[in-house]
Structure formats: C-alpha cells, structure tokens
C-alpha cells in the first residue's frame, strides 16, 4: 500500500489514514496526545487536577481551535461555566456547523479503552442485535449477530418486538412506550448495555409465532462478515450467472482477514461481478477502507488515485494523497453494486466515492441514498481521563476531486436502482429487494432511479434503524445495535 503523509506522527486518522503506519506523537491541545487506532492506551486512574470539569473543556477548546475544520464556525468567546458537562460544551462549540449540516454530530468526546476495545476485535456489551423502527409503533430486528444472545434465542431479521419488561409481570407494549415517551422511552426501556442487564421481551417470530423470552445482555464478538452470510456466491435466478456478495458490518481491524478471504475466493471462481452490502455499515477504520478499495481494484494501477485528502490551511502540510495497491486476492470486477441506506456512511461512503471515477455507470447505488459524511476525524487523546476527542479535521476526495456529498452519494453516482431493505427475506438472500435489485443491476437489466418517484415510494413507509443520541462507539459504527 502507498500512502503519502507528512507531519503527523501517529495521529488517528478515523475516516482517512488509519492504515499508513507510525507511532505515538506528541502532545496537542494542551495535555493530549494522538495515537494510532488498534495500539491501545492504558486508562489510569484519573488525576484530580487534570480531568476536573474545567480542565477538560479547556482541553476540548484548545484541540478545536487547533484542529477543526471549521473553525470559522467557532464561538469567538463561549463561557465553559455555563456548560455541565464536557459534551454539553463541545456541543455548543459545533453548534454552528451542525446547523449548516457539516459536523451533524462527526466531533465527539469517547472512552480511549471502549474505542480500543471495539475497533481491534468488535468488542461490546449487549443483546447482539441490530434494531429498527418505524418511529411510532414497531420494533423489529434488522440483523441478530453471531455470538449474541439474541441469536442463540432465536431471535433473528424480521422477528418484532412486541412488548418489553424487567420481569413477565411488568411487560409493557412497545407501541405505548412509543406513544407516551417516543423512541427514547424505547431505549431507556432496552437497559443499559452493561454486562448482565436482563430483559424480558414479547417477540413474534417471523413465522408468526409469539413467545416470551428472558435476553440478557453479555459482551461479545462483533463478526465483520458475517459467517451464516456475510460472503458468498450468489446464482441469478434471472440468467444473470454468478455474483459475488459480501456484506461488511463495519469498518474493523478483524475485517482484513474476512475480506481477503472473501475475495480469494471470488478470484478463484472467476468471479467479475459484485454486489457489496453496506446498507447499515456506520464507517470504522479507513485502513479497512482502504483495502476494501484495493480488493476491489485489480485492474487499477499503483499510480491511479483512490483518495485525497486535505486539511484546514495552517494544517495542509499533512494533506496526503492515497494510491491504489492491488492486493493477491484483488479482483478486477465489470460491474459493482453497492447496496445502501440512510445508515451507509463515512468509511463505506469512502469505498464508493473511490472507485465512481473508474467505473462511471458501471458502479451502481442500490437502495436508497446514503448519510453524506465527507470529512473524517483526527483523535486526540487526553489520557489520564481516558477521554479521547474525535475532531473533524479533514475533507476526503475521490481521483476526479468530488466530494462534499453531505446530502449523501445518490446525486454522485452516475447510476442506482431505488429497492426497500426487505426484512421479510434474510440478508444476502436473491428474494431480498435490494439483493434482487442489485442482481438486476450488476445483469444490466432496467431499475428505478433513486430519486423522484422511486424515492419517494421507497421512503413512503421507512423503517430507521434505532439509535441513541449519544451512542457508545460500538453504535456509532454499528448504527442500532443493542
């Protein structure tokens, strides 16, 4: 892999360089350092002084005005004793460019060991599945995941939540927890995600069945690729032959050995059509971006540009441009489907960007637009208080310079085929819709735009996928786990 960097040494580079080697650096914004995701910092016990409420928004001040993006957008004089909390004040400091929809919530203060903990092997604590809602009434699982407790209850896609309790006694109907408290009754409803809260949920299973089961939540494994259907080789119903699918749940370090062997695969069957789920992957770790673009790359050369990236100017000596590096397992596909939604976002909106001025119409969107985050994080970390500050720092562009798809890639695609994600059918299934639009796509048979008419008849009756306000890192890049 050819990656160009210069001036930062070992920064976290969340949506851009996370893969181009280096170590610890030095301090920034006072007391932080910066470090490279994967490494790990130990979490000590924290100091008094150091990590006092003031001390910290200090800190959090101090990394703005050094690293943001938009530092026009910052508050020339913004009192921090009005502020209660660390997060309350880093929201009023972005409050600006969230309302120019440019940071929509991408600046955020998290735990150094939870994001250590997830980004290396998946890790965190919950139920193992992933929820989505319609906003007023319905619960229903998009996905239940390998080693979750969810899953060995039997509680997999398209099963509904119906009622939740603390006890058999105590059920309470999700569509009165909706009514009266919203979606975030809801999720106070689902627990804490530590480990050993217990529930009690009404479900009725896809088959109509309807029982009671007792769900605790437990920390576990998160598979990148799922191993029941994260990759495979799909036969066309239609005459289309043999397609291969994979479906990334998100963007971490144990993703390297599960797309590579996706793709070595693929390879070996002769395989030159792709269809790429990514329509609930929130982004993760760019190195995995990265190779994602390389493995999708075989026919493109080590001087042919994957991404740029640039920096505000009292930063630009760090800009950097990334080639492609073809892999032994890349693969030089005529055709890419990538299946997405509202939740695609950040590292997967990176994949796609990348590969658009290569494939042009051959490259299609498939389901509905995506979220439009073009900008990535530098980490900074202030130690002692296990506080790590993800900073919008920088802006990412593909080979022909587009970017600034903040209202998502559907009008960056030159071709998409507007599909529902279809709970009734398991992922990766040609009975799905977005599947079957994908098939349909990739065979060069005709589809609905996204956009007009096919939009707004996709988005007639959406489900969302569910998610906190504040979500630990796990769902930030998992969007509705719990």
Not at 269 to 292: E, H, M, P, T
Request: aromatic content about 8%.
């Amino acid at each position: 892999m050819r990656c160009v960097r210069s001036g930062i040494s070992g920064i976290v580079l969340a949506a851009l360089l996370a893969g181009c080697g280096g170590g610890s650096g030095s301090g920034s914004g006072g007391s932080g350092t910066v470090v490279q995701p994967g490494a790990g910092t130990s979490s000590p016990t924290p100091t008094a002084s150091a990590c006092t409420l003031r001390a910290r928004q200090d800190w959090i001040l101090a990394t703005m005005r050094e690293w943001y993006l938009f530092p026009e957008t910052l508050p020339a004089d913004l009192n921090p004793s009005g502020y209660g909390t660390a997060d309350g004040y880093l929201d009023a400091l972005t409050a600006t460019a969230r309302a120019q929809g440019r940071d929509r919530y991408f600046t955020y203060l998290t735990s150094i060991a939870e994001e250590t903990a997830y980004y290396t092997s998946g890790s965190s604590a919950g139920f193992g599945f992933r929820l989505t809602s319609d906003g007023s009434s319905t619960l229903t699982v998009a996905e239940s995941f390998e080693g979750g407790n969810a899953l060995q209850a039997g509680i997999d896609r398209g099963t509904q939540i119906l009622a939740i309790g603390t006890s058999s006694s105590d059920l309470r109907d999700v569509a009165t927890i909706f009514s009266t408290q919203g979606s975030a009754g809801v999720q106070s409803a689902l627990g804490p995600d530590t480990n050993g809260t217990t529930r009690v949920l009404r479900v009725r299973d896809p088959s109509g069945n309807v029982r009671t089961v007792t769900l605790a939540k437990s920390d576990f494994t998160l598979s990148p690729v799922s191993s029941r259907y994260g990759a495979q080789i799909l036969t066309d119903p239609n005459g289309g032959g043999r397609v291969g699918y994979v479906n990334l749940r998100t963007f971490i370090d144990t993703a390297d050995p599960a797309l590579r062997s996706a793709f070595a695969n693929f390879k070996a069957q002769g395989i030159d059509k792709v269809i790429v789920d990514l329509r609930y992957n929130g982004g993760g770790l760019v190195s995995i971006a990265q190779l994602f673009g390389d493995l999708l790359g075989g026919g493109r050369a080590t001087t042919d540009v994957f991404s740029y990236t640039s920096f505000r100017p009292e930063k630009s000596a760090n800009d950097s441009t990334r080639y492609f590096g073809p892999q032994p397992q890349s693969i030089a596909p005529t055709r890419i489907a990538f299946i997405g939604t509202r939740s695609t976002a950040s590292a997967s909106e990176l994949v796609i960007n990348g590969m658009i001025p290569y494939f042009h119409a051959n490259l299609g969107l498939i389901g509905t637009n995506t979220y439009g985050k073009p900008v990535g994080q530098v980490a900074i970390d202030k130690t002692e208080c296990d506080d790590r500050l993800r900073v919008i720092a920088f802006a990412t562009q593909n080979a022909n310079r587009q970017g600034s798809y903040f209202n998502g890639l559907a009008s960056n695609v030159e071709a998409s085929c507007a599909a529902s994600d279809d709970l009734s059918q398991p992922l990766g299934d040609v009975r799905e819709a977005s599947v079957k639009a994908a098939l349909d796509f990739v065979a060069g048979r005709s589809c609905s735009a996204i956009g007009g008419f096919a939009l707004a008849r996709v988005a007639a009756a959406p489900n969302a996928l569910l998610s906190p306000d504040r979500p630990n890192t796990a769902q930030r890049e998992v969007p509705g786990l719990f």
